[in-house]
């Protein structure tokens, strides 16, 4: 949200600074900035982020020039996509901040999205289960979390949320503390365009995460349910099977997640309850946190040193 | 020995170049330009070579259609934004942060107030500038680069971006915005002079 001075338009000292406004417009701004300090910290303060951005002279590698050569001599004329380029694939260990905070057009503060627990009974806008012992069964759980739990009744944390809960203090907020240990279950994902599906083994329910920020819980309705088309996910990879039961009785999942971005993938994972919240944790390494307030973080515990015990007893 | 230039490739594509300019002389007026965009759209030195690949792969391959004179840059930099971006977005759903990333993300490197060499500082809020730059939506990112560093007019952006001028303009002051207050949350100190 931009700040707004009392008589003043950051929008046209935006455009002042890009040189957009004619020598009229130029005029009323210089003379504006000559008695508005606030004005003149705004637009110092955009020259300094452009400066930050420039950092240094940036010289492209030598052989840019001969692979690219080497490329154009090639008879046939190679795709597009970038992941077929050498290099991706090595820098696939590269960190980028995509999607850490909650999606959607933007990033927002991690603190705007650790709101306090929805009480039962409220519109949570969170929560979509699609058999009514599904709903039951889950307000039986976020009660069961939101009892308050003692300091020494804290179980030990999954190694990789511990981290975050250390040293993040929104994190800590926002999950609280852990209520019971970790158990060990079978986890089913597929990524799209707009989000991921995420399936429990032990529970035989399905998280939609997506790019508006928030998680949302179904009942696998299990495989009487009506098949759906290998199509109607759309893309060119297919809908997982584990899938096609929850998005034939739930026609809203297709324009909330778009397209199969990833084949669907089956890990062992280990899953833990928090007060206020729940930790998913896969054997990729992959951490999700899923707050009762109806957003969610997830990252890459590259230090995981926790692996699934054996075979997970739930089944899928 | 005959060496062999970009521009002698020519036979083996059926696209005239265009008169004013060969492909050679556009790729080492632009590379550097180009590739440091890039660079700053994706955050890491490997992933912007490979970008840079194929956008100039994919100039030379749509070389008969480049404009001429003061539109080629645009035109250039429009093929790189869209390949960018393009990648951005497919890393967006299926790449991870790791942990230290994600702690990171939280809790900058910190500075202390206390250190006297202002160019530690500078260097450490440039790095924090372009952290921030990383939660900013990839059009916000293209049009603050575009504009700040390769020095491209609103019009121009505009032909990158396929946007109007106008549409550049509000995009440019919404993403400055977005940018000083992301890098408040981030920790970052006032912006010394």
């Not at chain 1, 057009?105 to 999205?113: D, F, I, T």
């Not at chain 1, 035989?204 to 088309?229: H, K």
């Not at chain 1, 833990?272 to 896969?282: I, M, R």
């Not at chain 2, 749509?62 to 004179?69: D, E, L, V, Y």
Request: with cysteine; hydrophobic share 40%; aromatic share 6%.
């Amino acid at each position: 949200m931009a700040e707004q001075h009392r008589g003043c338009d950051l929008a046209r000292l935006s455009a002042y600074r890009d040189g957009e406004l004619d020598r009229v417009e130029q005029q009323k701004v210089r003379k504006h900035l000559q008695g508005c300090s606030s004005c003149r910290s705004a637009l110092d303060e955009y020259a300094r982020l452009g400066a930050g951005l420039q950092g240094g002279r940036v010289t492209p590698p030598r052989m840019l020039h001969r692979e690219l050569r080497g490329r154009l001599e090639s008879p046939r004329p190679r795709p597009w996509s970038v992941g077929a380029l050498p290099g991706l694939a090595a820098a696939a260990s590269v960190a980028l901040v995509v999607w850490v905070v909650v999606g959607g057009p933007g990033s927002v503060p991690l603190a705007q999205h650790l709101g306090p627990a929805v009480p039962l009974g409220a519109e949570p806008g969170r929560v979509a289960v699609s058999s009514g012992s599904g709903v039951q069964a889950l307000d039986d759980r976020v009660a069961a979390r939101q009892r308050p739990v003692a300091a020494d009744e804290c179980a030990e944390p999954l190694p990789g949320v511990a981290v975050a809960l250390a040293q993040l203090p929104e994190v800590r907020t926002g999950l609280g503390c852990a209520t019971d240990a970790a158990r060990v279950l079978s986890l089913v994902s597929q990524t799209f365009e707009r989000g991921s599906l995420l399936r429990r083994g032990d529970t035989r329910e399905v998280y939609a995460i997506t790019e508006d920020g928030r998680w949302r819980l179904y009942a696998d309705p299990g495989p009487s349910a009506q098949a759906v088309s290998l199509s109607d996910a759309g893309g060119r990879l297919e809908l997982g099977n584990w899938f096609r039961p929850v998005w034939s009785v739930r026609p809203d999942l297709r324009p909330m997640l778009g397209q199969v971005v990833e084949s669907q993938q089956q890990l062992h994972g280990l899953v833990q309850p928090y007060e206020g919240g729940l930790a998913l944790w896969d054997a990729g390494g992959r951490v999700y946190l899923l707050l009762d307030g109806g957003s969610f973080l997830r990252y890459l515990d590259d230090r995981a040193t926790v692996r699934s015990q054996g075979a997970a007893s739930e089944g899928f | 020995m005959q060496v062999r230039t970009l521009t002698s490739l020519a036979s083996a594509q059926p696209a005239a170049a265009p008169a004013e300019q060969s492909f050679e002389q556009a790729f080492h007026d632009y590379q550097a330009g180009l590739y440091g965009y890039l660079l700053r759209m994706i955050g890491n030195s490997d992933d912007a070579y490979d970008l840079a690949l194929a956008s100039f792969e994919k100039a030379y391959r749509s070389w008969s259609r480049a404009p001429s004179g003061n539109e080629l840059k645009p035109w250039l930099y429009r093929i790189a934004t869209n390949t960018c971006i393009d990648e951005l977005r497919r890393r967006k759903l299926v790449r991870w942060l790791s942990l230290d990333g994600f702690l990171q993300l939280f809790h900058p490197s910190q500075v202390s107030l206390e250190n006297p060499e202002r160019e530690v500082v500078r260097n450490e809020q440039s790095a924090l500038i372009r952290s921030a730059m990383e939660q900013l939506p990839e059009r916000y990112r293209a049009c603050l680069l575009l504009r700040e560093c390769e020095g491209l007019s609103c019009e121009e952006i505009g032909e990158v971006l396929g946007m109007t001028r106008g549409a550049v303009k509000i995009t440019l002051f919404r993403a400055r915005e977005r940018l000083r207050k992301v890098y408040r949350e981030m920790g970052g100190d006032p912006l010394d002079g």
